[in-house]
T-cell receptor, first 113, second 115 residues
Framework: GNSVTQMEGPVTLSEEAFLTINCTYT??????LFWYVQYPGEGLQLLLK?????DKGSNKGFEATYRKETTSFHLEKGSVQVSDSAVYFC????????????FGTGTSLTVIP | GAGVSQSPSNKVTEKGKDVELRCDPI?????LYWYRQSLGQGLEFLIY????????KSGLPSDRFSAERTGGSVSTLTIQRTQQEDSAVYLC?????????????FGEGSRLTVL
């Protein structure tokens, strides 16, 4: 079946540090991969996505590359800011299973000045 | 507004009572999802509506939970005989399907507290 496993948190970093949040997936077909972000007190919103192997999604300085060979979609940012403090969710959707979305458990990131 | 709207934003109820949570998706979105987010947990899938197809109810945790979507738009999630373990934030999301999985747009959620 389909599932997503992501790095457990919480993660605490100093401002301008490098961020990696690991995400691996299991899928029966050829899924699309997503990172969603939930800022404090707000709803979830799409951060970036990739729809096929080797695609790189990017937004707000964050990047993630769809790696089919390692079934991974790790989130990276070169220099985090305090405003990046949020909970990050990795997700996949597979049209072979009716466009159902599968989410990871979320990784809480706190960036300190 | 143009986003996904959920009501109530907060609901406190007593154990054993029934509750209804409402979701008004973005106009024209054919797919509607309900998730549950408990403290320290990820998003737990509950139910998924896609157009006129039969809903995917595989995530509903018990027969106390049910949902309907009237006219392909507004959805209501009903929890009967609430239990304390039902306390969580219930999230609704909608999506426009155009040949593949599109972006999910989430509402702000309905926080349910069962005393």
């Amino acid at each position: 079946g389909n599932s997503v496993t992501q790095m457990e948190g919480p993660v605490t970093l100093s401002e301008e540090a490098f961020l990696t949040i690991n995400c691996t997936y299991t899928a029966t077909g050829y899924p699309s991969l997503f990172w969603y972000v939930q800022y404090p007190g707000e709803g979830l919103q799409l951060l970036l996505k990739a729809t096929k192997a080797d695609d790189k999604g990017s937004n707000k300085g964050f990047e993630a590359t769809y790696r089919k060979e390692t079934t991974s979609f790790h989130l990276e940012k070169g220099s985090v800011q305090v405003s990046d403090s949020a909970v990050y969710f990795c997700a996949l959707s597979d049209s072979n299973t009716g466009n159902q979305f599968y989410f990871g458990t979320g990784t809480s990131l706190t960036v300190i000045p | 507004g143009a986003g996904v709207s959920q009501s109530p934003s907060n609901k406190v109820t007593e154990k054993g009572k029934d509750v209804e949570l409402r979701c008004d998706p973005i106009s024209g979105h054919t797919a509607l999802y309900w998730y549950r987010q408990s403290l320290g947990q990820g998003l737990e899938f509950l139910i998924y509506f896609q157009g006129n197809s039969a809903p995917d109810k595989s995530g509903l945790p018990s027969d106390r939970f049910s949902a309907e979507r009237t006219g392909g738009s507004v959805s209501t999630l009903t929890i009967q005989r609430t239990q304390q373990e039902d306390s969580a934030v219930y999230l609704c999301a909608s999506s426009l399907l155009a040949g593949g999985p599109g972006e999910l747009f989430f509402g702000e959620g309905s926080r349910l507290t069962v005393l």
